[in-house]
Nanobody, 129 residues
Framework: ERLVESGGGSVHTGGSLRLSCAASIPEYIGRRYCMGWFRQAPGKEREGVATIDWYGTTYYRDSVKGRFVISKDTAETTLYLQMNNLKPEDTAMYYC??????????????????????WGQGTQVTVSS
């Protein structure tokens, strides 16, 4: 796997978790124009949650705005998703992903589209009321 997620777990409503995504290939994250977090709940399609572009500009789906923060470390070796004020509807398998090449893409469209992506194996987040 090129991307490996960690940090998932079980929390109660209002709790917080910080997901991490590390790349097994050096400079993989630094050379990707976009990096993103996605999630898939049981019985639902996978959806884009947040994305960050080369310059650090971030985009979020409406349901997580103000609660989730996507970021990269300064060495650009790890992608993060800080999740605060979690709700039961946030329960899902969370994946990080990147475009399969270093070509420029429009990140705000890429993370919401079915465009080809390199995926990690996922980390489970469960929020109970």
């Amino acid at each position: 796997e090129r991307l490996v997620e960690s940090g998932g777990g079980s929390v109660h409503t209002g709790g917080s978790l910080r997901l991490s995504c590390a790349a097994s290939i050096p400079e993989y994250i630094g050379r990707r124009y976009c990096m993103g977090w996605f999630r898939q709940a049981p019985g639902k399609e996978r959806e884009g949650v947040a994305t960050i572009d080369w310059y650090g500009t971030t985009y979020y789906r409406d349901s997580v705005k103000g609660r989730f923060v996507i970021s990269k470390d300064t060495a650009e070796t790890t992608l993060y998703l800080q999740m605060n004020n979690l709700k039961p509807e946030d329960t899902a398998m969370y994946y990080c992903a990147a475009p399969p090449s270093s070509a420029r893409v429009e990140c705000d469209q890429w993370y919401l589209s079915p465009a080809e992506k390199d995926w990690g194996q996922g980390t489970q987040v469960t929020v109970s009321s």
